[in-house]
């Protein structure tokens, strides 16, 4: 089997030529994630094989009598186990949700790439209920790094990451409630693309904190994630990069920036240098209410608050099928009153009138999308404290953009041989086709060197 490694521009290039069919790639991938799962991987909780190759039959039968939907068309990708699939159940990777009914009709977002003409490959692995930015699973078992076998992939889309990185999709759809998408991009040497949550349906979806979720694309390049957004958003396709001479970029020390890894500083601090040589501004500001975040969320935020109202039933009746380091989480937001709630999102209001106000004279705000690298899996298990305070840092960063409403890129900024170092290219509300367009120049400009 030939190795693929294509973007989805290349793969659409092969099947307009006839270089490849929709059934003979998705024979392939299938056949990858079969093999990965008999050599004990667990990116996919469950594979629609069958099914898979129909629509891939369909999408052949339906381009050779000129009919191609998007640049989507008879392109498999996958689906995170918490979006309904019409027929399937959406178990959110937990043993609690195993029984449920099946869903009754598509998630929007699965519509939307059905409509696109994707092939729909299974349903991925991910960090129980979303709840945590390492990827592990107790139930499903935990994929692995595809780089270093003994790291993490990331979560909580961490079946996704590993499914685009080897080959067994390409592209994945994820949600991003606070670094979920980014994250495991940025492990796994991936791009990922968390979007202005209001661009993206939830509706069909197991949600985590409604304030703070969205849903997006981990896929090899920044095309192919402007590619699966426009068909996701309904909306175009994000246009040219843009010259980056005269681009204003911004970064911040204060909060973000403390804390990192030496190799992630290197890689982040390269990629600067690079943007400067290309003719862009490149400047420091101060961001210092960004070091109020730990204590506005020091009783679980949003994501306690909002998990607790919609698991208090399920957790009553299940809570011994739990990953019992979600259950935990989850349940400080059983701690928190109305008038909490009522402060958290009084705070979230501040922090974002206060971003417009520091983000204004910028094109995009630069930061590492993971402070640190991928971590390794036998201590996160090992031991509670260690999980606990490696989460919180893995997730520190992305988490920012989440709370401000915003949207961020990870692009892969690391030197080859190195563990891979995610770049995020962020922005706030509203502001998807810039950022996109601003990644499209940036990912050119950082594999040029």
Same mark, same amino acid.
């Given at each position: 089997?030939?190795?693929?490694?294509?973007?989805?521009?290349?793969?659409?290039? $092969?099947?307009?030529?006839?270089?490849?069919?929709?059934?003979?790639?998705?024979?392939?991938?299938?056949?990858?994630?079969?093999?990965?799962?008999?050599?004990?991987?667990?990116?996919?909780?469950?594979?629609? !094989?069958?099914?898979a190759?129909?629509? %891939?039959r369909?999408?052949?039968?339906?381009?050779?009598?000129?009919?191609?939907?998007?640049?989507?068309?008879?392109?498999?990708? @996958?689906?995170?186990?918490?979006?309904?699939v019409?027929?399937?159940?959406?178990?959110a990777?937990?043993?609690?949700?195993?029984?449920?009914?099946?869903? &009754?009709t598509?998630?929007?977002?699965?519509?939307?790439?059905?409509?696109?003409?994707a092939?729909?490959?299974?349903?991925?692995?991910?960090?129980?209920?979303?709840?945590?930015g390492?990827?592990l699973?107790?139930?499903? !078992?935990?994929p692995?790094? *595809?780089?270093?076998?003994?790291?993490?992939?990331? +979560?909580?889309? @961490?079946?996704?990451?590993?499914?685009?990185?080897?080959?067994?999709?390409?592209?994945?759809? +994820?949600?991003?409630? +606070?670094?979920?998408?980014?994250?495991?991009?940025?492990?796994?040497?991936?791009?990922?693309?968390? *979007?202005?949550?209001?661009s993206?349906?939830?509706?069909?979806?197991?949600p985590?904190?409604?304030?703070l $979720?969205?849903?997006?694309?981990?896929?090899?390049?920044?095309?192919?994630? %402007?590619?699966? #957004?426009?068909?996701?958003?309904?909306?175009?396709?994000?246009?040219?990069?843009?010259?980056?001479?005269?681009?204003?970029?911004g970064?911040?020390? /204060? #909060?973000?920036?403390?804390?990192?890894?030496?190799?992630?500083?290197?890689?982040?601090?390269?990629?600067?240098d690079?943007?400067?040589?290309?003719?862009?501004?490149? &400047?420091?500001?101060?961001?210092?209410?960004?070091?109020?975040? *730990?204590t506005?969320?020091?009783?679980?935020?949003?994501?306690?608050a909002?998990?607790?109202?919609?698991?208090?039933?399920?957790?009553?009746?299940?809570?011994?099928?739990? $990953?019992?380091?979600v259950?935990?989480?989850?349940?400080?937001?059983?701690?928190?009153?109305?008038?909490?709630?009522?402060?958290?999102?009084?705070?979230?209001?501040?922090?974002?009138?206060?971003?417009?106000?520091?983000?204004?004279?910028? $094109?995009a705000?630069?930061?590492?999308?993971?402070?640190?690298?991928?971590?390794q899996?036998?201590?996160?298990?090992?031991?509670?404290?260690?999980?606990f305070?490696?989460?919180?840092?893995?997730?520190?960063?992305?988490?920012?953009?989440?709370?401000? /409403?915003?949207?961020?890129?990870?692009?892969?900024?690391?030197?080859?041989? &190195?563990?891979?170092?995610?770049?995020?290219i962020?922005?706030?509300? +509203?502001?998807?086709?810039?950022?996109?367009?601003? !990644?499209r120049?940036?990912?050119?400009?950082?594999?040029?060197?």
């Amino acid at each position: 089997m030939t190795q693929l490694t294509k973007t989805i521009r290349e793969l659409a290039s $092969d099947l307009a030529a006839g270089r490849i069919t929709s059934v003979a790639l998705t024979q392939q991938m299938l056949a990858r994630a079969e093999a990965h799962r008999s050599q004990g991987g667990h990116a996919y909780v469950s594979l629609d !094989g069958e099914q898979a190759l129909a629509e %891939a039959r369909a999408s052949d039968a339906a381009r050779a009598a000129g009919i191609v939907a998007s640049p989507l068309a008879g392109i498999p990708v @996958s689906i995170k186990d918490l979006f309904d699939v019409k027929g399937q159940t959406s178990s959110a990777a937990s043993l609690a949700l195993a029984d449920a009914p099946p869903a &009754e009709t598509d998630a929007p977002a699965v519509a939307r790439l059905r409509a696109a003409g994707a092939v729909l490959l299974g349903r991925t692995n991910m960090s129980e209920f979303a709840f945590s930015g390492l990827g592990l699973n107790p139930h499903y !078992g935990t994929p692995r790094n *595809p780089l270093d076998r003994e790291r993490v992939a990331g +979560g909580s889309t @961490s079946g996704g990451a590993v499914t685009v990185a080897l080959d067994m999709a390409a592209g994945a759809l +994820g949600t991003d409630t +606070g670094g979920s998408i980014r994250i495991p991009s940025a492990f796994c040497g991936l791009t990922g693309f968390k *979007p202005t949550a209001a661009s993206v349906s939830l509706h069909g979806t197991v949600p985590l904190s409604r304030s703070l $979720d969205s849903a997006g694309p981990i896929a090899r390049s920044v095309d192919c994630c %402007a590619v699966l #957004y426009a068909a996701l958003s309904d909306q175009e396709i994000a246009g040219d990069a843009p010259a980056l001479k005269g681009l204003r970029f911004g970064f911040t020390a /204060d #909060y973000v920036g403390a804390n990192v890894d030496a190799q992630v500083r290197q890689a982040f601090d390269r990629a600067l240098d690079q943007l400067r040589a290309a003719g862009a501004l490149v &400047e420091q500001f101060d961001f210092p209410e960004l070091l109020e975040l *730990p204590t506005i969320n020091g009783g679980g935020g949003l994501v306690a608050a909002e998990a607790w109202h919609w698991h208090r039933a399920l957790l009553e009746e299940k809570g011994a099928q739990y $990953d019992q380091r979600v259950a935990a989480r989850i349940r400080r937001g059983q701690q928190q009153g109305a008038a909490d709630y009522i402060d958290l999102l009084d705070a979230r209001a501040r922090l974002i009138a206060i971003a417009q106000q520091r983000l204004a004279p910028f $094109d995009a705000w630069l930061m590492p999308s993971v402070a640190i690298l991928a971590p390794q899996v036998a201590a996160l298990e090992a031991d509670d404290a260690t999980f606990f305070a490696t989460n919180g840092l893995v997730l520190r960063n992305a988490s920012v953009i989440n709370f401000l /409403d915003g949207c961020a890129l990870s692009l892969p900024c690391h030197a080859d041989g &190195e563990l891979p170092v995610g770049l995020g290219i962020c922005a706030l509300a +509203g502001e998807d086709a810039r950022v996109l367009r601003i !990644g499209r120049a940036v990912e050119a400009l950082l594999g040029a060197q």
